[in-house]
């Protein structure tokens, strides 16, 4: 038997960057929100032992490095399963893009193997050891949009946001994460050291601006959650699209103070995106995919077209709500 699942993407609404943490990872606050884009992940299990991964893209390791290949050995043993797995990855998705590719993948393979198995981890012991393989893949067990807090692995399910048609925007270069946050650090620990603080606090970014930074947005957030949600269903009687009221509540992606500079086209392409219409756009995660929140699925055409003109790759697509993210996760 095999187990095909559409493994949608997601993008950041906002991404703020907190202290560095005594386990080398850094507090986050962000939005999560999946889209309609995805890979497709196949899982099957055979006679033997073992994870096998195939996938056409050389960028993809096959060994276990692979977000897909932790999941499957860890649930294999936690589903007290025998047998050799099989993960075939069919990537339209940029590798280190910050879509979230790797991640969607993961958990995909996971729910794969409980439908193959016909068994199922309890709701506690699935997120426990998709967190411990990577911070971004809880999300992906709620789908929708989510709040992520600590280093992005706590993940608390929000009123989803209505559907809004998405362009995205895939430049053919990839960001390393970790080298993202390392240049943050360092350009932090410079701007401390221009300042005049103690040189203590420098290496680990532990003091009190950077909680505060992320304290400042989670008020904004609170705020913004209480005035949409508290009164009359999402949008009824409001004349204004919640994603305004969501950008005044200061949302920005941290990460574009890094990489912009180290990638001046991505900087050029959110441009790009903005001068083509899109309400809000932003690097998603460390990049370097690009997205744009326009309106209108023609208005969307639109801005890809315009876009697309000026060399870069596009795509439309639209947000997904949780209930549509589980409806269309299962292919056949």
Not at 9 to 19: M, P, Q, S, V, Y
């Amino acid at each position: 038997m095999t187990v095909t699942l559409r493994s949608f993407a997601k993008i950041n609404l906002g991404l703020r960057i907190g202290a560095s943490r005594a386990d080398g990872y850094h507090e986050l606050l962000t939005v999560y929100q999946t889209i309609g884009l995805h890979d497709l992940v196949r899982v099957s299990i055979e006679r033997g032992s073992g994870v096998e991964i195939r996938c056409a893209d050389a960028r993809v390791p096959k060994d276990e490095t692979n977000t897909c290949y932790r999941i499957a050995e860890r649930a294999m043993q936690l589903l007290r399963a025998k047998g050799r797995v099989r993960i075939q990855l069919d990537k339209r998705l940029p590798v280190q893009g910050g879509l979230g590719g790797a991640s969607a993948n993961a958990v995909s393979t996971l729910l794969g193997l409980e439908r193959v198995l016909k068994k199922r981890l309890p709701a506690t012991e699935r997120l426990r050891i998709v967190a411990e393989v990577g911070s971004d893949l809880p999300l992906f067990l709620l789908g929708g949009t989510v709040l992520g807090v600590g280093r992005g692995e706590q993940v608390y399910p929000l009123p989803d946001l209505p559907a809004m048609a998405c362009v995205v925007v895939t430049p053919e270069i990839g960001v390393s994460t970790p080298k993202a946050f390392g240049e943050w650090d360092r350009r932090k620990a410079a701007e401390l050291r221009s300042a005049g603080e103690s040189m203590a606090a420098v290496p680990t970014l532990t003091i009190a601006w950077t909680s505060d930074r992320i304290s400042r947005l989670s008020c904004g957030l609170s705020a913004w959650l209480s005035e949409q949600y508290s009164g009359a269903p999402f949008g009824r009687g409001r004349a204004e699209n919640p994603l305004l009221a969501l950008v005044r509540a200061g949302i920005k992606n941290d990460f574009e103070e890094v990489v912009f500079p180290e990638y001046p086209e991505l900087g050029e392409a959110k441009t790009a995106l903005l001068r083509a219409g899109a309400k809000y756009a932003s690097l998603s995660g460390s990049g370097s995919t690009l997205y744009g929140l326009v309106a209108s699925k023609a208005a969307a055409r639109s801005a890809a077209l315009r876009v697309r003109r000026l060399g870069w790759a596009t795509q439309v697509t639209a947000t997904l709500s949780r209930s549509t993210y589980w409806r269309r996760m299962f292919v056949g």
